[in-house]
């Protein structure tokens, strides 16, 4: 009778379980706007004692359906450096915290798109903080700098 009781306790637990659907997944372009940076062998240069600015990050939704970001989380070196909620969700990390040498960029936020469920997403770069203009990748100069991230479950 006791075993009898114990799988009656569990049989709400079967209740509580869900499926994943890709289908239910955001599928969106997201485009992250850089300033004053290079971008080269697969990694973003500064010259030290300029600030890594993000001018603004933007989504744009596939199939034809809106698409958007929520709050954005600044991250360098695994340390959280700052939060935005305001569109176009732009910031800036101070020149003091990127010494010369090679740094984990971070961005973390929710991804919305109509009808699709709430998504979560962390864009990762390599950023190369370098003495000076000098020793920036041959023939580069710095200027606006636009990182391109597709997120779409289907691939």
């Not at 989380?73 to 910031?91: C, E, K």
């Not at 469920?117 to 100069?141: C, K, M, N, R």
Request: glycine share 10%; with cysteine; hydrophobic share 40%.
């Amino acid at each position: 009778m006791k075993k009898f009781l114990y799988l009656l306790l569990l049989l709400p637990l079967g209740f509580l379980t869900s499926c994943h659907d890709d289908d239910d997944m955001p599928s969106v372009d997201i485009t992250v706007s850089i300033d004053n940076a290079v971008d080269a062998d697969g990694r973003i240069y500064i010259v030290s004692g300029e600030p890594l600015t993000v001018s603004g990050i933007t989504a744009e939704g596939l199939g034809g359906k809106a698409a958007g970001i929520s709050g954005v989380n600044y991250v360098l070196d695994h340390v959280g450096m700052g939060y935005t909620i305001v569109q176009p969700f732009g910031g800036s990390i101070p020149a003091a915290y990127l010494p010369v040498g090679n740094h984990l960029f971070t961005l973390a936020f929710d991804v919305l798109q109509v009808d699709k469920s709430i998504a979560y997403a962390q864009l990762s770069t390599i950023v190369t903080v370098v003495e000076s203009a000098d020793d920036l990748p041959d023939g580069t100069t710095p200027g606006t700098v636009e990182l391109k991230y597709r997120l779409n479950p289907q691939q």
